[in-house]
């Protein structure tokens, strides 16, 4: 259990890393349409095919930057997706981070760990989750944005600062568009 809950807790770490600053691994997403789950090579979700540059530039009001997708190597086989604005002044990103059960390293999933008891355990680690109802299976608004469970899939949509109300409607709106294309 303690195991567990440390990987939750290097998750919600590296989430704010990379929501902080940019890293290496990074790479530019492959041009397409959103609107239909892509898979990468091991049939997993990329999740830069779950939201067009043009949907992000409309969320934002502004251009953004060609979408980096990065997979982080972790345990939870967590892959990323960055639209950046283009402007350095912007205040708003989005970010989506998907982490699904057939992601995960097989330690963990022969421990029987899921994206369940990661969602459950992120939720609870958090002292400002707060419920957010009718989207995906489950939600909450906390530190680092819109954490959604549905079905096999843990998404976290990050758009900037948590404490402005106006992120959270930016958050549930993109979730609107990419819950279902999981």
Known sequence: MRTKRCLALLTFCVLLFVAG???SGKTVAPQGDAGGTKETAKGLVDPCALL????AEAALGEQVKEPEFTDTKNPLGQKLCLYSPVSEKAKRFIQLSVVQNEGMGKSLRDQGYNVEQLYEETKNTLTDAKP???IGDEAFWGTNGLHVLKGNFYLNISVG???IPE???LAKGLAEKVVPRL
């Not at 067009?52 to 949907?55: D, N, P, V």
Request: aromatic share 0%; glycine share 18%; charged share 20%.
């Open 21 to 23: 600053c940019g890293g």
């Open 52 to 55: 067009t540059k043009a949907e």
């Open 132 to 134: 957010v109802s009718g």
């Open 161 to 163: 600062n948590t404490s």
């Open 167 to 169: 992120n959270l409607e």
